[in-house]
Every structure is written in structure tokens, then in C-alpha cells.
């Protein structure tokens, strides 16, 4: 499991906390932002984390975790707009606090239309590790992600990318899955491996309430939400092609975590966990919310300079709040063989009821059983070779002599013989017509 950012992806803290030094601010408009909204929770603010605030969190967070690793992640809005000089700042004041053999590692999230030298050197100097948000090619990248004139904006990430890659920055592509994208698996895949040169990809399915507030609440969905059947197939197809010629060389979030799963380990990734609460969000002000999924009233923990981290990332509050998912899972999840690895999912995607009427199923479970039965063989195979000393990567190999066997059936059937692909339909009606 490589633990890269974008869904709340964990290491071993004890818990993660994502920074948001401006705020909701952000320099682009894309149609599907859950957080942009959140500017109305702060109706007189500056939407600028000022010294204290940067200070007191980085002293309590590191004095927080009884780990020698501590990863600092940043997030939006968009985080580049605060500036160099902040990070800079955040740096200074992480070895001020950092103790003897601790490592500490920054992570930062950003749509990628201000990366240039300037920023890249840094990044590349202090060790960052990017997450790029990129949507797949052109029609498809600019159908929602647009800038605050409604201006496509794929040429200016592609010109971050290519800062990126110019300057060596460790960086993944985030690539939410939408309506406007879901249909075109191999597209947007091709697109990050060759013009993106991605070897780290993250797909996140994007499930967004339609209502007024922002907050999880109602079962109507924007239309830019995918269905699960539509996540599934989309993942299905990528894992298709990359089961066949990427493994090793590109990483691809899920099929890591679905990995980490079979081979009995934590997913790492809290969308897979059985319970969360672990991964909170914390606001320009030095506000703590329980999640940034839930920056809202209700799961509101309180402000760090009155109050501490710790005791807030402890509470009784945030203590419930990760164990609801745990406790609201349905009958269904707890008797699904996909179980171990999903886990019901995120709990702000359970919106749906199980056949038996039982409320909390998760928009997206067409989706994960489909996906998950799927790839289930090849993952025990690489399960096993990873057990035996070996790489997984060999998998390539044996599907490749699948793949001959199958094409050598498919050239000799004749056209009432059952077709080779298993369908059980005659030849000529399936894959002979
Ligand atoms: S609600 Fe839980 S599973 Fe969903 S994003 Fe938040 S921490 Fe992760
Ligand atoms: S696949 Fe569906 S039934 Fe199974 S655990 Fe996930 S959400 Fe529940």
C-alpha cells in the first residue's frame, strides 16, 4: 500500500489531521467541488492560517503522535494560494519542534495551475510528495474543472505536470470519476500513464448531495455523480489493462489497498477501514472538524488555540463518530464476502437501503462487489507469489499465456461450437457474429 493522499490514506499515526490553510479558497470553479461551500461557514473571515494558528497545530501534532513518522497534509481549496513563505514558515517551525529521529513529511494537494520552477524546486528540495488534480484528456478534464471565468483549464495543469516532471517532484494524479468521465476508463488512464507520465493514480467516484446547505444531508445527487455499477466498470476496465502491462510500474490506489486486503492487512486507506474517525480537518482559524467529508455544525470539535489537539482528536464526539461506521453497518455488509476488504465504505455514501429494507447501504456497493469478485482471482495470485518471495508482477506473464490461449480458441471455433469466452452462447451469436 503506498500511502499517497486524496481519499484519507493512513500511515501509521495515530491520527492525521488535513490542513487547510486558505480555507475553501480557490483559484478555479470545478462544478463538482464539495468544498467551496464551506467559505459560507466563515462569513467574516480571511481565510488565511496566520502564524499562531500554524504554530500551535504544528507543535500539538507533532507532539501528538507517538510515531517517529509524522506526514503533514495539505489541502483546499487551493493551499498554493497562501504563498511560498508559508510553507517556508511551516517548515521552520516543524524542525523547531521535530524530536531526535523523528521523520516528518509534507504532502500537498493542488489543482496544479500554479506550479512553476519556483514552487517545484521547493517541493523537490523539501521532499513533498504532489497530488495533481487531473480529470483524463481534454473534453473530459475540462467538462467540470473549470476556472472562476468558466474557462477550460487542462492546458495550465498540463503545464504543472510538466514542472512536475521537469523537476523530478514525487507527485500522484487525483482524478475524480464523473458523469462527464465515467464512460472513458482507457481513455483517462492512457492519458495519465503517457501524457501525464503518472506511475501514481488515485480514482475518486464522486457521490454529491444535491441540496442547499452542502452538508451530508439528503439522498439527492448532483449530476455529476457516478452510479456504482458505473464505478465499477470503470475500474474494472482500467484494472483490465493494467492486470496486463502496468503492474510494477504504475500504482493504482485501489488496486493497492484491494491488495493490502487480500494479503490480510489494514487497507490503509479509511474509506476501507472498518471504523474512522482518525482523519480530521482542520480550517484556516484552527478549527477541528471530524472529517472533510463532514466540515459542518454538527461535527464541529472545536479550535485548537483554546483547546487541544489531542484532547479534540479524543473526545468522546470524534471517539462516536468513528465508530458509528462500524456500528451502522447493515446485516448485508456484515454478510458480504467482500466484507473484509470494504467495510460498507465511507459512511457519506450510505444513502441506500439493502434488499431487505435495511437502511445504510452504500451508494457504491454495485460497484465494489463487482469490482472486488472481479479482480479477486488475480489478487490471490499476486497475494501468493508476494508470499513466496516473488514479484506480483508475473501475473502479467500468466495472463498473457491466457490471453494467446483464448485467441488461439476464438480462431479455430466453428459457429455452433460454445464460445471460447464462456459466455455459453454459440459461437456465431457471441464473440463469432
Ligand atoms: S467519513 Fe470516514 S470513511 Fe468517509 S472520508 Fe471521512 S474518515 Fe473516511
Ligand atoms: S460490497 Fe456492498 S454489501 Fe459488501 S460490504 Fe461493501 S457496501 Fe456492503
Redo the contacts with the bound molecule.
Sequence with gaps: MNARQGENSRSSLAFNVMVKPRGAICNLDCQYCYYLCKEQLYPDGDFRMDDDVLEAFTRQYIRAQQVPEVTFAWQGGEPLLVGLDFFERALQLQQKYSRPGMIIKNVVQTNGVLLDDEWCRFFKRYDFLVGISIDGPRELHDAYRVDKGGQPTLDRVMAGVEFLNKHNVDFNTLTCVHAANVDYPLEVYRFLRGKAKAHFMQFIPIVLRDNETGFQEGNALTPHSVTGKQYGSFLRTIFDEWVRRDVGTVFVQIFDVALAAWAGESPGLCVFDGTCGTAMVLEHNGDLYSCDHFVEPRYYLGNIIPRDLTELATSEQQVRFGLAKRDS??G??RE????FI????CPKNRILSTPEGESG??Y???G??DL?AHIGPTMKYMVQELQEGRSPASIMYVIAQQDALLHMRFATARRNDPCPCGSGLKFKNCHGR
Design positions: 453497518l447493515p448485508y455488509c458480504c464476502s467482500v466484507k470494504c467495510n460498507g465504505g447501504l452504500n457504491l456497493c454495485e465494489y462487489r472486488f
